[in-house]
C-alpha cells in the first residue's frame, strides 16, 4: 500500500541555520508534491508545489527538491528565524483527484 | 473575513449522538474536502467534492456521511459518533485543477465522550 513518511517527528535548530526536512513515499509515482505549513490550533497553508519534471523549486528562503528515483522530496529553509518554527506537512498527489499527507515534522527554531 | 470558514469551532458530544459540521467558502472554489486529523496519523481524506451532483469518498469515509448543499457549503455527518471519532476535522477548498493549493478552514475539535 502507498506510504508516505517524514523523517522525524521533531526536529530542533539554532537560529541562522538550514533546516531540511525529508519526505519519503512507497509504491506510487505522484505527478507532483505539495508542503504545507501548520502553526498550533489552526487549519495548514500552502508553502510550495514542485511537478515531478522539476529537480527544484525555490520560494524566498525556501527550497525544495523532488527525486522521483529515490522517491523523495526535501524541504529546506535557510537562516532560519524563530518564526518558521511550525509543523510542516508534505502532500504528494495519491491519484488525479486527491492528496495524502504525511504526518508532519515539527520544526523548532531556538534564538 | 475568513474564507473558509467551519462550524462549530468546538464539539463535545456522547457516543451514538448525530453530529453535524459545516462548511462554507467565499473563495468560488468548486472542489472542496473533510480531513481529519490524529496526532502522529497527519491529514486523512474522508470525503470530497468536485461540485455539488459529484461526491466521493477519501481514504477513511466509515461512520461519516456528506452534503454539498450548494457550490459553497459542504457538511460532514457522524450518523452516530463513536469515541475514535475524536479528532480535529479541517474542510479545505481548491480551484477546478488538482494542480491547485488547497485552501484550509480552522478547524472543529470534537470530543465524542
Known amino acids: 500500500s502507498q506510504k508516505i513518511e517524514q523523517n522525524s517527528e521533531a526536529l530542533n535548530i539554532q537560529e541562522g541555520k538550514t533546516a531540511t526536512l525529508t519526505c519519503n513515499y512507497t509504491?506510487?509515482?505522484?505527478?507532483?508534491l505539495q508542503w504545507y505549513r501548520q502553526d498550533p490550533g489552526r487549519g495548514p497553508v500552502f508553502l510550495l508545489l514542485i511537478r515531478e519534471n522539476e529537480k527544484e523549486k525555490r520560494k524566498e528562503r525556501l527550497k525544495v527538491t523532488f527525486d522521483t528515483t529515490l522517491k523523495q522530496s526535501l524541504f529546506h529553509i535557510t537562516a532560519s528565524q524563530p518564526a518558521d518554527s511550525a509543523t510542516y506537512l508534505c502532500?504528494?498527489?495519491?491519484?488525479?483527484?486527491?492528496?495524502?499527507f504525511g504526518a508532519g515534522t515539527r520544526l523548532t527554531v531556538k534564538p | 473575513d475568513a474564507d473558509v470558514t467551519q462550524t462549530p469551532r468546538n464539539r463535545i458530544t456522547k457516543t451514538g449522538k448525530r453530529i453535524m459540521l459545516e462548511c462554507s467558502q467565499t473563495?468560488?472554489?468548486?472542489?472542496m474536502y473533510w480531513y481529519r486529523q490524529d496526532p502522529g496519523l497527519g491529514l486523512r481524506l474522508i470525503y470530497y467534492?468536485?461540485?455539488?451532483?459529484?461526491?466521493n469518498k477519501g481514504e477513511i469515509s466509515d461512520g461519516y456521511s456528506v452534503s454539498r448543499q450548494a457550490q459553497a457549503k459542504f457538511s460532514l455527518s457522524l450518523e452516530s459518533a463513536i469515541p475514535n471519532q475524536t479528532a480535529l476535522y479541517f474542510c479545505?477548498?481548491?480551484?477546478?485543477?488538482?494542480?491547485?493549493?488547497?485552501?484550509f478552514g480552522p478547524g472543529t475539535r470534537l470530543t465524542v465522550l
Open positions: 467534492s468536485f461540485d455539488v451532483k459529484d461526491i
Open positions: 473563495k468560488g472554489h468548486d472542489r
Open positions: 509504491n506510487y509515482s505522484p505527478a507532483y
Open positions: 479545505a477548498t481548491a480551484r477546478d485543477s488538482s494542480y491547485n493549493e488547497q485552501f
Open positions: 502532500a504528494p498527489l495519491y491519484n488525479n483527484n486527491d492528496m495524502r
